[in-house]
């Protein structure tokens, strides 16, 4: 069947959406102070400074790239790192470009280019010394050394990982199990119990600690989930309460329409016990050491919302 597609133009501009359970917990490089980096919907990410109520929305040159991905982390360096899928590249074989924002340039910058066997990336997440690593659709866990500008496959297929700062190691899911591999010398185990049983298949996160965890859920009592800590190569009972993770309404809706799937286990606990309770369309409500909670407004840029009519059959569908 044949299709007719007309763009109708700008229709006037909306704000970035805020992407869901992506963000992490950072730390500026040269003072220490805990940020909030939180991706919006592939439009760059938001720096936010609760404390201060004040933020950042940091974006890429929109004159080269048509998006960005949906996740950005903190790697080698302190800067903060995502990526940008240059305009008018096959999805085929997508060009992209890593982009570092250094805490000081207004927008982030282009520092290596690659091209992966697909044009999603799934996850990212970094060493924090000289590497990224991606995962893409297809299940390529990518290297990308940032010394040498070099690129890998360092396994295949991979699901789901988080790299553990603390022993070097990468944490991820594959063939039911959860296993570590060490990326300076491919040395690859399952992880296991200190009983040497297998270590249960669950999301694996890392906490506002920087800490590799995952929830158990069987097994529960009491009502309290039950946590491991990942740490060389093992998997080790941790305290809840010592797991940096709070649950935090994140919506573009208002929070009167919020469904319980917005509520998003997230990093945002900061060494004081303080946390960010809510996020909401551009509000950010954050709950200070004393328990009391300030609600502020965080800067997020407008997009042109661009609608398009596609005619088949006689039929529009818009």
């Not at 970035?16 to 003072?31: C, I, K, N, S, Y």
């Not at 039911?176 to 009983?195: C, F, K, Q, Y």
């Not at 800590?229 to 009167?256: C, F, M, Q, W, Y």
């Not at 502020?296 to 661009?306: E, I, M, Y």
């Amino acid at each position: 069947m044949n299709y007719r597609i007309e763009d109708l133009g700008e229709a006037g501009r909306g704000d970035a959406h805020l992407d869901w359970d992506r963000g992490v917990l950072a730390r500026q490089p040269e003072t220490g102070e805990e940020v909030v980096i939180h991706p919006t919907f592939q439009k760059g990410f938001l720096a936010i400074r609760p404390q201060t109520r004040s933020s950042l929305h940091v974006q890429p040159d929109w004159s080269v790239y048509a998006h960005t991905n949906r996740m950005a982390i903190q790697g080698p360096g302190g800067s903060v790192f995502n990526l940008g899928i240059r305009k008018n590249t096959p999805r085929q074989q997508p060009v992209m470009d890593l982009l570092e924002w250094d805490w000081k340039a207004p927008e982030s910058r282009p520092v290596m280019e690659f091209t992966p066997s697909h044009f999603i990336i799934s996850h990212m997440d970094s060493d924090g010394k000289d590497a990224v690593y991606l995962l893409t659709y297809k299940g390529d866990l990518l290297e990308l050394h940032l010394p040498s500008k070099r690129v890998r496959t360092l396994l295949n297929p991979a699901g789901e990982f988080v790299c553990n700062r603390a022993d070097g190691r990468i944490y991820f899911a594959a063939d039911n199990a959860i296993h570590s591999v060490d990326p300076r010398t491919g040395e690859r185990a399952p992880v296991t119990l200190h009983d040497g049983s297998p270590c249960p298949v669950e999301r694996l996160r890392v906490d506002g600690r920087g800490r590799a965890v995952l929830p158990v859920t069987v097994g529960r009592r009491n009502g309290c989930a039950l946590w491991l800590k990942l740490d060389n190569g093992r998997a080790e009972p941790i305290e809840a309460s010592r797991v940096a993770l709070t649950n935090t309404l994140v919506s573009n809706v208002d929070s009167a329409q919020a469904t319980p799937a917005m509520n998003m286990q997230m990093p945002y606990v900061f060494e004081d016990g303080s946390y960010v309770s809510r996020f909401v369309g551009v509000e950010m409500t954050w709950v200070d050491a004393a328990g009391i909670p300030h609600t502020f407004a965080v800067d997020r840029k407008t997009f042109p919302l661009q609608p398009f009519a596609i005619e088949a059959g006689g039929d529009r569908l818009w």
